[in-house]
């Protein structure tokens, strides 16, 4: 029980730090999509 409380100490700080990681990355991704597909559709209205 000793060796498991020590390991959530030990692991759990970086899974947490991870998991906010993904999150912030996936909210810039999904902007960074959106604006990949409205360049596109600037461009394709150009040619």
Not at 27 to 37: D, F, H, M, P, R
């Amino acid at each position: 029980m000793e060796q498991l409380l020590a390991d959530a100490a030990n692991y759990g700080f970086a899974m947490v730090i991870s998991l906010y990681l993904l999150v912030r990355i996936e909210g810039k991704l999904e902007q960074l999509t959106i604006s990949i597909n409205e360049l596109t559709k600037v461009i394709a209205g150009k040619l």
